[in-house]
Every structure is written in structure tokens, then in C-alpha cells.
């Protein structure tokens, strides 16, 4: 790799997240109940309120997961990466790396060791992501496409 690749966070991702993942959350339900206000009737309008609540919900986990990560750098290397919270770090080889995943809806990533563990996920808006996942898609088969 001819200049190091850092993935990280700007504060303007941050603030979106901290802030935007409650108030989804709140939408999410506080549209799930307006259908539920008046004695309730099947309507196109309630309808169309239930799948807009419970796809405001369906989103909600992605969105957590991405907190968790939240201060994470992840620092692409010849042999791997190295995910980094402050001044601990983690390195994986590219073999150690199990799997990988793309939520496309919510737009996340997200990288699973060996075991089936999570060990970083990362939202597209992310500085560097596109650089990175043509490098994933370089390095493995095409990534797994999620519609969640």
C-alpha cells in the first residue's frame, strides 16, 4: 500500500449519531403510535404510519451499533488493520478478518473476526470509507450486501 489509509470519524459524523440515534428512536415510535390515538381503524394513512414507525425502528440497531465505534480509527495496514479507541489498538490480519458486511439501507459496515465476533463497524459517511471499501473489495470476495 503505497500511503497509509486511516478511517475514522469527523465531529460533524459524531454529533449526527449521538444525536441522530435517540431522535430516530423517539420518531420511530412516536409515529408507531399516532394510528393508536383514535379508536383505530385499517386506513391507508395508518398503514402508511405503522411501516414508516417500524421502519424508523428497524434502522435503530445499526445506528447503536455505530455508538459502540464511535471513537474507533481503524488504520489500514499491508497485513491487516489495526482498529484503534484512543492509544489501545487491536490488529487483525486480512486472514483473521471473517467476514464482512454492508447494510446498504442504514449504511453501515461492518467487520466480523474468525469467530463471528464484531470487531468494528463504521457508517459510509466515515472519512475514508470509500477508499476502504475498495480495498475490502479488492481483498475478499465481493462483501455481503444486507438490506437492514
Given at each position: ?15 449526527a449519531l ?33 411501516g414508516s ?59 466480523y473476526d ?35
Open positions: 500500500m503505497a500511503q497509509p489509509l486511516r478511517v475514522w470519524n469527523p465531529p460533524w459524523v459524531k454529533a449521538v444525536l441522530g440515534v435517540p431522535v430516530l428512536g423517539f420518531l420511530g415510535l412516536f409515529v408507531l403510535r399516532l394510528p393508536f390515538d383514535a379508536p383505530f381503524h385499517l386506513s391507508l394513512r395508518n398503514a402508511m404510519l405503522i414507525g417500524l421502519f424508523l425502528l428497524s434502522v435503530l440497531p445499526q445506528g447503536i451499533v455505530l455508538l459502540r465505534f464511535l471513537n474507533c480509527e481503524l488504520h489500514v495496514e499491508n497485513d491487516g488493520v489495526e482498529i484503534r479507541r484512543g492509544k489501545v489498538g487491536k490488529f487483525l490480519r486480512w486472514s483473521e478478518i471473517g467476514a464482512v458486511r454492508v447494510h446498504g439501507v442504514s449504511q453501515v459496515l461492518k467487520l474468525r469467530s463471528g465476533r464484531l470487531v468494528y463497524a463504521v457508517d459510509f459517511y466515515a472519512e475514508n470509507f470509500h477508499r476502504f471499501y475498495e480495498l475490502l473489495k479488492r481483498q475478499f470476495d465481493p462483501p455481503r450486501e444486507n438490506d437492514g
